[in-house]
């Protein structure tokens, strides 16, 4: 089960609730219109089309909200009059919501009058009391992950050298994403990772190319590869990238796209077709530095800790934000980096420059990330030709930076509520009540989702994981219509399908020929 495979069974599974959802829309909506006229072999498809772009995780997101908020306003009653919305908050709020799962249901009406172009929904996004029940009286302590520290950086350094094969792989990885400041998911979906050598043959820079990443729809990298770019010589002398590829050819592990940056190993020892998950690889982490995979209260380390380590050095030293914004793959706004991306080619090579001058000032003990401002530089007199060695004052330079930025009627409760952690956008606009009439229409006309049947001649398989029907001919043991071999986690007995079970498109398709 590759990435790309667990991408597009997450798409099909929300797109089908989006479509339960989008039935029980009052009939005059653009969207409702629109799926009415379309043939039922289409519906799908204008869906996908209408939320081009967006992540499947956001779909799932956002539609558990707006399932909840139909199943309290009936079939027909969304979108809801502003009196309506602010009515149901408090409902809500009465029952214990905390003002985080208000702003979730917030986020989805914005995300509906958007994207579905819900014009009714206006008035709700701009009303000052509706937005006021998704705050809370005293803001909550944000709850970041911690940068590692350098004595742990020293620790995976170390296990890569001396650990065990899948030990020293994964620390490889984990330091590929801490000196490439990336994401996580991000590097688990390079495409390609190319190995900068200098004359005389020493790995001095990884470089992997992903298409697949959170900012691939700002101007900046639209239609690029993001370069997640990492120095190999970090807080400690030894080239550990060199190491860690020789890590991998012990184990038979090839670079992306015959493997995965870090693959997830099976039981027998192998490597998995799959990526290892954030949750799994934050794990990980925690038992190689702690020995424990569990959490420590005063100290949250996570997979996210490796994006926020270089970041958190170059802060420490004093790099402008503007080279910040560059390492950290930021387009910055108004910054002017759309136009630096466009025509410098290079436009990591300074920022990369000043990178590793911290790290040589961290190896030679000049700088201390990890010490309290007064104690962080051991020389005053010393000075950086890329960066100075010292906290930015009050008359350094600033750079502005804008814009960070089944058989029976459905049951519209999402199984599994998520609370939203971003606020909503405001828009102002005019909005109309949906009339007693048309909601006592809608609720004559409740329609009936059924799970998907296979066509005459064949049968489902499931994917026992993530539960993804294939199709195959009733004699056929081995291969699926898409070429995929029939593998120990598929099943075509006491499965599990809903209205909302995605359908290999593949096999589909090839069932119609």
Not at 64 to 80: D, I, N
């Amino acid at each position: 089960m590759t990435w790309q495979e667990e991408r597009e069974s997450l798409l099909q599974g929300a797109l089908k609730r989006w479509l339960v959802v989008c039935s029980h829309f009052h009939a005059k909506t653009v969207i409702r219109r629109q799926i009415d006229w379309a043939p039922d072999e289409q519906k799908l498809t204008l869906l996908a089309d209408v939320f081009r772009g967006r992540a499947p995780a956001t779909l799932l997101k956002r539609v558990g909200a707006v399932e909840k908020l139909c199943h309290h306003f009936g079939p027909g009653g969304f979108p809801a009059s502003e009196q309506s919305v602010y009515d149901f908050f408090n409902l809500e709020r009465g029952l214990g919501a905390p003002p985080s799962k208000l702003k979730g249901f917030m986020e989805a009406i914005n995300f509906c009058h958007h994207v579905l172009s819900m014009d009714e929904l206006a008035c709700v996004i701009s009303s000052r009391r509706c937005m006021g029940t998704t705050t809370a009286d005293v803001p909550a302590i944000i709850s970041q992950a911690e940068p590692l520290k350098v004595d742990e950086l020293r620790i995976l350094h170390a296990k890569l050298i001396h650990g065990e094969p899948w030990d020293k792989v994964f620390s490889g990885a984990i330091l590929f994403a801490t000196y490439a400041r990336s994401r996580w998911a991000d590097l688990m979906h390079v495409d390609n990772i190319v190995v900068d050598r200098d004359e005389e043959m020493v790995v001095r820079f990884l470089e992997g190319h992903t298409s697949t990443h959170k900012t691939m729809r700002s101007s900046a990298f639209k239609h690029r590869f993001l370069p997640l770019t990492a120095p190999c010589i970090g807080v400690t002398s030894e080239c550990w990238a060199s190491i860690w590829l020789d890590s991998r050819a012990q184990l038979d592990l090839g670079l992306p796209p015959k493997h995965v940056v870090m693959p997830a190993p099976d039981s027998s020892g192998g490597p998995c077709a799959r990526p290892l998950s954030s949750n799994e690889a934050s794990q990980w982490l925690r038992q190689v530095l702690t020995g424990t995979k569990d959490v420590v209260k005063e100290r949250k380390v996570s997979i996210h800790s490796c994006r926020a380590t270089c970041l958190s050095f170059c802060a420490k030293y004093g790099l402008d934000p503007l080279t910040r914004l560059q390492l950290g793959y930021h387009t910055g706004g108004d910054s002017g980096l759309r136009m630096v991306h466009t025509y410098s080619r290079d436009a990591l090579a300074e920022p990369l420059s000043k990178l590793m001058q911290v790290l040589s000032d961290i190896r030679n003990l000049k700088f201390r990330p990890d010490c309290t401002r007064s104690g962080r530089f051991t020389t005053s007199s010393e000075t950086s030709a890329s960066a100075p060695t010292r906290p930015m004052s009050v008359d350094d330079k600033v750079v502005e930076v804008g814009g960070m930025g089944p058989a029976e009627l459905v049951d519209l409760v999402s199984e599994k509520e998520e609370d939203a952690n971003t606020s909503a956008e405001d828009a102002s606009s005019s909005s109309d009540d949906s009339s007693a009439e048309d909601f006592q229409e809608e609720r004559k006309q409740e329609r009936i989702f059924l799970p998907p049947v296979p066509p005459d001649g064949f049968i489902f398989w499931q994917h026992s994981k993530l539960k993804t029907l294939h199709l195959a001919p009733l004699d056929h043991r081995r291969v699926f219509l898409c070429n995929r071999m029939i593998g120990q986690f598929h099943v075509n007995s006491n499965m599990s399908i809903r209205y909302d079970t995605p359908v290999c498109r593949v096999c589909l398709n090839a069932s119609k020929r």
